[in-house]
Each structure stands twice: as C-alpha cells, then as structure tokens.
C-alpha cells in the first residue's frame, strides 16, 4: 500500500501533537510532585511547636518539640480529661461554689468564669465555665469535687495526682503538673509534643469534643436561694471563628508560659492537631498556629 506524503505528514504530525502532550502533562505531575516535595518549613515565633496527624499519629511539623515548658491555662485540657475520665461520672451533678474559689481567683489575679458564691453549678457547666473563659474559679471547682482526701487542701492535691497519673498513662515523660489550673509553683510543665498528645486523647470524648468547639454559651444556673440565673461565656479560642475546620481546643498564657495555644481542625476528612508554646503574643500565636496547620494540611 502507498502512503503519500501528505499522509506521512499527518501521521508525523498526530504523534508529535500526542508526545507534545504526554510531554506537557509529565512536566504537570513531575513539577508538582516537586512543589509538594519542597515545600518550606514555616518559621514561627513560638518557641516550641508541634503538629501531628490525628488519625495516624504521624508527626507533620517539630520545633523543639520535646523541651519542657510551662504550659499556662493549657493545663486545663488535663483538668478535663480528668474529670471526664471519673468512674459513674454523672454531669448533671451539681456543685456548690464555694467562697474559697472565688477568693482565689482575686488573690492569684487569675481568669475567671466569674462563678457566685452559694451558686449550685453542674458539672457539665463547670466544664464550659474551664474550657470558655479559662476560669480558675471553675477548675478548683472540679478538682475539689473530684479529689479525694477530708480538707480541701488534700482533695485538690489528690486530683493534681490524677492529673499526673493520667500522664503518665499516656506515656509522656516530660510532663508534670503541680496546680490543677496552670498557675503553677514551679513545677508545671510539658512539651509541644506531649500536649499535642494529651489534646488528642481528650478529643476522643465527645463531651470534651462538643465542649471545645463552642464558641459562646449560655447557661442556667440555680441561686443559692433556689432561683436561677444565666451565665454567659465567650470561648477565648479566637481560631473557632477565622481558621477553616476548626474544633478546638485551649488558649494559655503566662508571665512564665508567655502565649500559647493548643488546637485542632478537620479538612477533607483529615485532622491535624498541634501546640504552640511561648509564643511573643495572642496575636503571634494565632499567626503561628495558622501557618503550621496550612503547611500540615497540604502535607
């Protein structure tokens, strides 16, 4: 058969135009398969941070990583975990705040929930009035309801134990707490690492999940002469509202532990969990947190 010129330029032509093109979705894949490869290491302000996939564990971004540090309110994350982790734990318990409380939080010039005295608080309030607006007043609350011992000085050293204890259940090495709030004496502290790992393992509660996540809430709590009011708190986790995904989980500061901030978001199916620790400012820390996941999430 013959084959004119023409038609050997048609053929010619057709397999140039497909190499052409198999040539240009190649450099596609290769160029972007580079990209992903090289994608910079963010730099951060904070001088610990830490960012792991939640479902698999895999560490997605370390910066100092396993250095201790004081840890601010992000205690209050172990403070949870313990309560929710009590034997017949009834939520709908009611507590009644006590004086004590309240003269804490004016002595130590700490956050507060701003709880009245007399007030009877349940439990499940007390976690709103810890996770929300960081309160102080709350978290001695729930450790002196949920320790054990005949004073209140013994209770609450009691449930620093079980803080301390629930630690060491995870594995974690470079953990200590010695306040139930973060207000610590000196001997207060984690890692990036180990926080992140804490977080992770309280978001495996859904009351803690659904707790985390809320950004305002308005609860009704009984007087202490039987009546009731409502008490109005503002999550200080600022990310529920401006990073896409987001569910959780605390805010901490300090003069010691200076800005830090623990936190969480689902994309795709994927969630990413991490920490920042001693970061310069709220603002620093927020830029800090957003420019790990962003680079954590396209990993």
């Not at 956050?111 to 349940?122: E, F, N, P, R």
């Not at 689902?266 to 820390?285: E, F, H, Y």
Request: hydrophobic share 35%; charged share 15%.
């Amino acid at each position: 058969m013959k084959i004119g010129i023409k038609g050997i330029n048609r053929v010619s032509a057709t397999a140039t135009v497909a190499l052409t093109a198999g040539a240009v979705i190649a450099g596609s894949v290769f160029a972007s398969t580079a990209q992903a490869a090289t994608l910079p290491t963010p730099t951060i302000t904070a001088a610990g941070g830490y960012v792991m996939n939640d479902g698999t564990a895999k560490t997605l971004y370390s910066k100092a990583a396993d250095t201790r540090r004081s840890t601010g309110s992000t205690t209050k994350i172990m403070t949870a975990k313990v309560v929710l982790a009590q034997k017949n734990l009834n939520l709908d318990s009611k507590v009644t705040i006590q004086k004590a409380y309240s003269d804490y939080i004016v002595a130590k010039g700490a956050s507060s929930a701003h709880l009245i005295v007399g007030d009877k608080v349940t439990v499940r309030q007390l976690l709103y009035g810890l996770m929300l607006p960081s309160g102080c007043d709350a978290a001695y609350a729930l450790a002196d309801k949920y320790g054990t011992g005949t004073t209140r000085a013994a209770r609450v050293k009691s449930f620093v134990g079980k803080m301390n204890a629930s630690a060491k259940s995870l594995g974690l090495t470079n953990t200590h707490f010695d306040s139930f709030d973060g207000i610590g004496n000196g001997s207060n502290y984690s890692t990036p690492r180990d926080l992140t790992k804490i977080a992770s393992s309280a978001m495996k509660n859904s009351t803690f999940r659904t707790v985390v996540k809320t950004k305002s809430t308005k609860q009704k709590v009984t007087t202490k002469t039987g009546g009731y009011r409502y008490m109005s708190w503002s999550n200080t986790n600022a990310m529920l509202s401006s990073y896409s995904g987001a569910i959780g989980v605390k805010t901490g500061s300090g003069p010691t532990a200076k800005y830090c901030l623990v936190f969480a978001a689902t994309r795709n199916g994927k969630t990413v969990i991490g920490t920042v620790l001693a970061s310069t400012s709220a603002t620093t820390r927020t830029a800090d947190m957003k420019k790990i996941m962003d680079y954590s999430f396209q990993k």
